[in-house]
């Protein structure tokens, strides 16, 4: 005969924290519940009324406004003078130039009859117009397209690094960009 022992029954469950509910729940569409709304965020609060806004107030900001325009024209007329005003002998007119040659880093300038003067009013222009965000130009001024001598030479940095890397520290200034320029003019106008 053998002797079998009987297990204890594990079904019906065990009631408590950690055993299985004591209703199964099977949802359904019928049993599901009524149908949750989306959220929605909340509304915004209303606005405050408007402030109303006094003559004297009005008439304030609109003296302020006229002081700050005539303040403005003052200042204007004092730092550039008259409008009749000659411009000072010592800013040279931009004369006629071509380039001559495209290099990488600048260019050559052509300008006819070219003096000192005229050389580094070319170069300026140039340099205004060409410099955008670059870091290093050269430029130089002849006096014609075979010339083997320059009237001016220009160098330009934006920035201080730049002045360091390219020229190893030869160029260097207070202010950035800057352009530094030697005119030898060696046929002497």
């Not at 408590?16 to 149908?35: H, L, M, V």
């Not at 002081?67 to 003078?81: F, I, N, Q, Y």
């Given at each position: 005969m053998?002797v079998?022992q009987?297990?204890p029954q594990q079904?019906p469950p065990?009631?408590?924290?950690y055993?299985?509910?004591?209703q199964?729940?099977?949802e359904?569409?019928e049993?599901a ?5 989306p959220?929605?965020?909340?509304p915004?609060?209303?606005?405050p009324p408007?402030?109303k806004?006094?003559p004297l107030?009005v ?7 006229l ?6 024209t003052?200042?204007?007329?004092a730092?550039?003078?008259t ?5 000072s002998?010592t800013v ?5 130039y ?12 052509l300008?006819k ?15 205004e ?8 130009l050269?430029?130089q ?5 075979d010339?083997?001598v320059?009237?001016?030479s220009?160098?330009?940095v ?10 190893g520290g030869r160029i ?9 320029m030697?005119?030898p003019?060696?046929?002497g106008?």
């Amino acid at each position: 005969m053998s002797v079998h022992q009987q297990q204890p029954q594990q079904w019906p469950p065990q009631q408590g924290p950690y055993g299985p509910p004591t209703q199964p729940w099977i949802e359904t569409s019928e049993t599901a519940g009524p149908p949750r709304r989306p959220y929605l965020p909340p509304p915004r609060p209303p606005r405050p009324p408007a402030k109303k806004t006094s003559p004297l107030t009005v008439v304030l900001v609109v003296g302020a406004i006229l002081l700050v325009a005539v303040v403005g024209t003052v200042a204007k007329v004092a730092t550039e003078g008259t409008p009749s005003a000659k411009p000072s002998a010592t800013v040279a007119t931009v004369p006629d130039y071509s380039v001559a040659k495209t290099r990488r880093n600048g260019a050559d300038l052509l300008v006819k009859g070219a003096t000192v003067e005229s050389a580094q009013a070319a170069i300026r222009d140039w340099l205004e117009r060409n410099a955008g965000d670059r870091d290093y130009l050269t430029v130089q001024v002849v006096r014609s397209a075979d010339a083997k001598v320059y009237v001016c030479s220009a160098e330009y940095v934006a920035d201080e690094r730049t002045a360091q890397i390219k020229t190893g520290g030869r160029i260097t200034a207070d202010d950035y960009p800057t352009t530094v320029m030697n005119c030898p003019d060696p046929a002497g106008s």
